[in-house]
């Protein structure tokens, strides 16, 4: 079992920035991927990014260029470095191991 928390969220101006954090616990040894997904109100959840523990990224093509996912194996820890940010970035954003564990979520708004 892994456990997954997220921090960092909160309430922004547009052009803004936030660090969002995602702290891993239990058997983070097999960990292979982690994520950010969000998911805004009305609407299906989307991922965001993901990072491989060799360090590969991927992104969707709405956060290119503004947002970067990275991490620290040694924290057992992701982040996700949003800059630039917009109103249509207001969302629970939610961290996952594996695709499979999720955490709670939390919440970012970002305000015109």
């Known amino acids: 079992q892994v456990q997954v928390v997220e921090s960092g969220g909160g309430l922004v101006q547009a052009g803004g920035s936030l660090r969002l954090s995602c702290a891993a616990s239990?058997?983070?040894?097999?960990?292979?991927?982690m994520g950010w997904y969000r998911q805004a109100p009305g609407k299906q959840r989307e991922l965001v990014a993901t990072?491989?523990?060799?360090?590969?990224?991927n992104y969707a093509d709405s956060v290119k260029g503004r947002f970067t996912i990275s991490r620290d194996n040694a924290k057992n820890t992701v982040y996700l470095q949003m800059n630039t940010l917009k109103p249509e970035d207001t969302a629970v954003y939610y961290c996952?191991?594996?695709?499979?564990?999720w955490g709670k979520g939390t919440l970012v708004t970002v305000s015109s």
């Open positions: 990072i491989t523990y060799g360090g590969s990224t």
């Open positions: 239990g058997s983070i040894f097999s960990i292979v991927i």
């Open positions: 996952n191991a594996n695709q499979n564990y």
